[in-house]
């Protein structure tokens, strides 16, 4: 069965660049969502879209936005990285915006020097 | 908001022996608990949920129980084997949240 699919899997960034994570859902899923998890912590919840449309936010930073697009992929833009943001971030998908069964991508491990 | 607590933190059993992991959550209109597993450099994977009207859940050598009257759900491992090795994490949806609140984690590790 085809799972979530997330692009890069590896990224390393300097302090202070950008970076544009990706993310493909389920196909027919249309609710995505992003996590963030630090390492030996559990995932954390940054932000959730459904039918490209906000659904639910959660400890996202001002310097991270996201969105979904027509084909229901989504895309996290991190701007003026700090070393904190080094991290790995998953994407999850699912059927509807009521948050169950959700299911997760392999993750962007993200390195900020 | 909702706090879930997961406990214990590591747990190390033979192989064939069983596994139990425990959890509590703090808001009472949660009415949805799923575990998942996460091996090494991947993704969490959900492994078995269960929704409030329900009070036990099985699937193979896996289950899940709630207790919503003391706010606490567990999960059941039976006849473990070394490939159940992970991290298990439960976790919870608050109420008027559609995003997943998770616990600590447990590291298990099954001894051959």
């Known amino acids: 069965a085809a799972g979530v699919i997330q692009s890069p899997r590896h990224l390393i960034k300097e302090k202070r660049e950008t970076a544009t994570l990706k993310c493909y859902p389920i196909p027919r899923h249309d609710t995505v969502y992003w996590y963030q998890q630090g390492p030996g912590q559990d995932p954390q919840f940054l932000i959730s879209f459904y039918e490209k449309m906000q659904s639910d936010k959660g400890s996202i930073p001002d310097r991270f936005s996201a969105q979904q697009f027509s084909d229901y992929h989504s895309e996290l833009n991190m701007s003026s990285l700090e070393l904190g943001d080094s991290a790995l971030y998953f994407c999850?998908?699912?059927?509807?915006?009521?948050?169950?069964?959700?299911?997760f991508g392999p993750g962007t491990r993200l390195t900020v020097t | 908001g909702e706090n879930v607590e997961q406990h214990p933190s590591t747990l190390s059993v033979q192989e064939g022996d069983s596994a139990v992991i425990k959890c509590t959550y703090s808001?009472?209109?949660?009415?949805?608990f799923p575990w998942y597993k996460q091996e090494l450099g991947k993704g969490p994977q959900l492994i078995i949920d269960?929704?409030?009207?329900?009070g036990e859940k099985k699937d193979q050598r896996i289950a899940v129980t709630l207790n919503k009257t003391a706010k606490h759900f567990s999960l059941h491992i039976t006849e473990t084997q070394p490939e159940d090795s992970a991290v298990y994490f439960c976790?919870?949806?608050?109420?008027?949240?559609?995003?997943?609140?998770f616990g600590s984690g447990t590291r298990l590790q099954v001894q051959p």
């Open positions: 976790a919870a949806i608050p109420a008027g949240r559609r995003a997943l609140t």
């Open positions: 808001d009472s209109a949660s009415n949805y």
């Open positions: 269960i929704r409030s009207n329900v």
């Open positions: 999850a998908s699912s059927l509807g915006r009521d948050g169950r069964e959700q299911y």
